[in-house]
Every structure is written in C-alpha cells, then in structure tokens.
C-alpha cells in the first residue's frame, strides 16, 4: 500500500493507493495538525489492515501551501519513511499524486522531502 498526503491546507487529505484501488480521506485539521496527524494516518490505515511499517511508499504533495502544515506533514512523513525504511518522494502541482506515484513506480526515493512554499515564509515575531 502507498500513503499520498496533502497538508497544504487546514483539511488533510490522504488517500491510500492499493494496488488498482484508491481510498480518499479528508480531516479538518485546522490548528490540530501536530497533535492529530499520526493518529489519523495510522486509524486510516489500520481500516485496511495496514499499518506504517508495512507501506510500500510514500508520497507528499510539497507545495506550496501553508508553511506550518506542509512544515508538520511532511516532518511527520519524512521521520516515518527514516525510521521505517519506506521510499518517499514530494511532488508539487495539480497532478501530484500520478507523479508521485510514477516516482515510486520508477524506483525513486528522495529519502528526505523539503517543502516548497511558493514564496518565502512569513515569519512572525514572538508576542512574548
């Protein structure tokens, strides 16, 4: 099974590719993004008898998007594709997740994904 996820906007989108089949999920993560993203992707998967270890790829969309979802999404999918030795490639544009998926077919494996935020990162100053 192949995991795609697009943190980009306040609602996450997954969708799990098996084999021909294809799962789409959505979650309106809103500002719940770190403190629920893991738990979301493994209840996902665990409704398909799958879990983290046992993915074959990973593909993420990069951007551009929101600095902080993209910056927890694809942190969240890089450490799981370390720690678990799973391919993962980001991807950008409308197609993303053919492209991923055809980068994974290829054999490719960025091994650590970077965001693209289409500009550079507003930054905020610390209220306190």
């Known amino acids: 099974m192949i995991l795609l996820l697009d943190t ?6 997954l969708t799990l590719v098996d084999g ?3 799962y789409e999920y959505a979650w309106q993560a809103d500002r719940e993004l770190a403190r629920g993203l893991l738990e979301f992707l493994v209840a996902k998967l665990a409704e398909h008898e799958q879990t983290l270890a046992g993915l074959d790829g990973i593909g993420v969309l ?3 998007g ?3 979802g993209l910056r927890i ?4 999918l890089n450490t799981v ?3 678990e030795h799973i391919p993962i490639v980001g991807t950008l544009g409308e197609q993303w997740r053919d492209d991923a998926l055809a980068r994974l077919a290829a054999g490719e494996n960025d091994q650590i994904v970077l965001p693209e ?5 507003r930054i905020t100053a610390p209220r306190k």
């Open 8 to 13: 980009s906007t306040p609602e996450c989108k």
């Open 20 to 22: 021909e089949a294809r």
């Open 62 to 64: 990069c951007g551009p």
């Open 66 to 68: 929101s600095f902080t």
């Open 73 to 76: 999404g694809i942190t969240t």
């Open 81 to 83: 594709a370390d720690s």
């Open 117 to 121: 935020y289409g500009r550079e990162a």
